[in-house]
């Protein structure tokens, strides 16, 4: 959505031109890290986001990227990195404080690494790579907060520039076409009756590569998690769409995703969390999480940590 009249309500609206000066700032501090990063070329190992970043090549001219180029890239991935990730956090601590059990049930899954703190390991070892992909429980409950909420739930929209077919239907030339992830993750036609409950279980039984499945012409073929009837014909996902999905899906999403599950091992390990009195209980807390570009708490998330 873009206002056609923002100029003019530049010129009286306080919070319009806040927005402007927010914009404005945040559009310097990106060219100033694309220069930097730029500057810094030979010093930065291709292994690392900017190092690999600032080595694209641009396949219409063979060339690195140009500097505004960069500047944009640049600030998609520090967005995405920021926004995004931090919003997902959120919405995690709070499922995880209206299902308390699985704050037990990781528990139990960084004790089994030797990543928990607790009397009679006061400094546990460090968290390694190879632990990432030895922490089931953890990343059933991400991938469920990623299918529940997530963060950009309105998802991304594209005017058909001819008309289409799409599972069946006719969109003709000039239709906007959204693809929202929450209402897909959300629906009964993609993971049984039970997909608006918080069930990170359904994550925990052995799935396919591929993103989406078929369902059999069996009456009683079972949506994932649920052991429950799924239509015949309907479409099922295997992994949530937070991301998108095909060529244009979420290009920092491999970071999201290892931020999330390294920024919840090392806290679970440390701390045990609790809501604050002010959040008024996890159902209240729940409800405070709304829409605004991305989903959110506009007073932030208040928790109690308890070191172990």
């Known amino acids: 959505y873009s206002d056609p009249l923002w100029r003019v309500k530049a010129l009286f609206s306080s919070e319009?031109?806040?927005?402007?000066?927010?914009?404005?700032?945040?559009?310097?501090?990106?060219?100033?890290?694309?220069?930097?990063?730029?500057?810094?070329?030979?010093?930065?190992?291709?292994?690392?986001v900017g190092g690999a970043l600032v080595r694209v090549v641009d396949p219409e001219t063979g060339r690195p990227l140009a500097l505004e180029r960069l500047k944009?890239?640049?600030?998609?991935?520090?967005?995405?990195?920021?926004?995004?990730?931090?919003?997902?956090?959120t919405s995690c601590l709070v499922l995880l404080a209206n299902h308390p059990e699985w704050f037990t049930r990781i528990e139990e899954e960084l004790e089994e690494l030797g990543l928990l703190v607790g009397p009679e390991r006061r400094e546990p070892r460090a968290l390694t790579w190879d632990d990432l992909g030895r922490m089931p429980r953890l990343t059933a409950v991400i991938k469920e907060t990623l299918r529940l909420m997530p963060?950009?739930?309105?998802?991304?929209?594209?005017?058909?520039?001819?008309?289409?077919?799409?599972?069946?239907?006719?969109?003709?030339?000039?239709?906007?076409?959204?693809f929202p992830?929450?209402?897909?993750?959300?629906?009964?036609l993609s993971y049984g009756e039970d997909a608006e409950l918080f069930k990170p279980e359904r994550w925990l039984q052995a799935r396919g590569d591929s993103t989406w499945e078929q369902a059999g012409e069996d009456p009683a073929a079972a949506a994932p998690g649920t052991g429950g009837p799924q239509a015949p014909g309907?479409?099922?996902?295997?992994?949530?769409?937070?991301?998108?999905?095909?060529?244009?899906?979420?290009?920092?999403?491999?970071?999201a995703r290892l931020e999330l599950q390294v920024f919840l091992a090392m806290l679970l390990?440390?701390?045990?969390?609790?809501?604050?009195?002010?959040?008024?209980?996890?159902?209240?807390?729940?409800?405070?999480?709304?829409?605004?570009?991305?989903?959110?708490?506009?007073?932030?998330?208040?928790m109690t940590a308890e070191p172990r």
């Open 151 to 178: 963060p950009a739930g309105l998802g991304s929209f594209r005017v058909a520039h001819k008309d289409v077919k799409i599972c069946g239907y006719t969109v003709a030339a000039g239709t906007i076409v959204g």
């Open 269 to 302: 390990s440390q701390f045990r969390l609790q809501l604050a009195p002010v959040m008024g209980g996890p159902k209240a807390a729940r409800e405070a999480i709304v829409y605004h570009l991305t989903f959110n708490m506009a007073a932030g998330l208040w």
């Open 234 to 255: 309907s479409t099922r996902l295997k992994e949530p769409i937070a991301f998108s999905v095909g060529p244009r899906d979420c290009v920092g999403q491999a970071l």
């Open 72 to 89: 944009t890239e640049a600030a998609i991935l520090m967005g995405a990195g920021y926004e995004t990730t931090a919003n997902a956090f």
């Open 181 to 188: 992830p929450y209402a897909v993750d959300n629906s009964a």
């Open 16 to 48: 319009t031109k806040a927005h402007i000066r927010a914009a404005r700032a945040y559009d310097e501090w990106a060219a100033g890290f694309a220069a930097q990063l730029r500057a810094r070329e030979s010093e930065l190992p291709p292994s690392t």
